[in-house]
């Protein structure tokens, strides 16, 4: 691409802005982002984003919120960018990061494109479908915002996404957001060999939640995951209360003593579907 070139069609105020949010390696911008750059007032700014928004120059994303449309594209008017880096300026772009279904994309812990961007924040935050994107947010405390790595969402752009341990415990906390219980199994069946056990442990132990702590002690165990100790520190924060293993489905089948769940999956099925 010749920035030069087609900066030239662009006017004076518009090659500035252009220029300056390509130099900051970031093509998201907001009101204030060109009040600050082109020096010009909050009406004045609103109205000149307007019109490059009818020029096809940027894609209005939610009120306030703007992209720039890459020059490659042509005529195309509607650009909606990289979703990951999308879900950051949606939730704020500050305390959240990538999560569920989509962290499990980014860590190979899937087999299917998902079609939900997710991520977690401690906001209430409600969904929101851009250019048929559909974008979820999953509350979470702010004091469980750990376990969280960078990740290059483009050349220029990083986002803030649960690392491979944290996202199994999501998935045992929230299957509902990755397809349910046996598919978060089948990608910590997927990545079992570089998932750290310790690490995971000490995640899960400082989540607290009993649910997460029994299912993640029996997929440890049904895995035959080689961890000596660790499937004992989840098992001594046990209470006598019983969780089912999949809460998307029936409260039904077996009662399994060992980890306090109610296995409305049996073994059997998961290790048939995981191997598929």
Known sequence: ????????????????????LYERGGTVFSNADVEKITGLGPKSARNFVASLVHRGVVTRLKPGLFILVPFELGREREFLGNPLVLAR?????????????SAMEIHRMVTQPQLVTF???????????????????????????????DYWATKTERVQVSDLERTVLDGLKQSEHCGGFTEVAKGFWMRRE?????????????????????????????????APGEA???????TSSYAVLDPLLPVEGKYFARWRLRLNVGPEEIKSVVRT
Do not use: W
């Open 1 to 20: 691409m010749n920035n030069d070139e087609n900066l030239k069609t662009l006017g004076s105020q518009a090659a500035r802005l252009v220029t300056e």
């Open 89 to 101: 300026e949606l939730a704020g772009g500050s305390d959240y990061y990538v999560s569920h279904a």
């Open 119 to 149: 991520a977690s924040t401690p906001r209430a935050i409600r969904p929101r479908t851009v250019l048929g994107t559909e974008f979820r947010f999953v509350r979470c405390k702010a004091d469980h915002l750990f376990g969280i790595a």
């Open 194 to 226: 570089d998932i750290d056990s310790g690490r995971l442990v000490d995640y899960a132990l400082r989540l607290d939640v009993g649910a997460v702590i029994r299912r993640l002690g029996f997929l440890l165990e049904l895995f035959d995951v080689d």
């Open 232 to 238: 004992e520190r989840l098992h001594e924060r046990l």
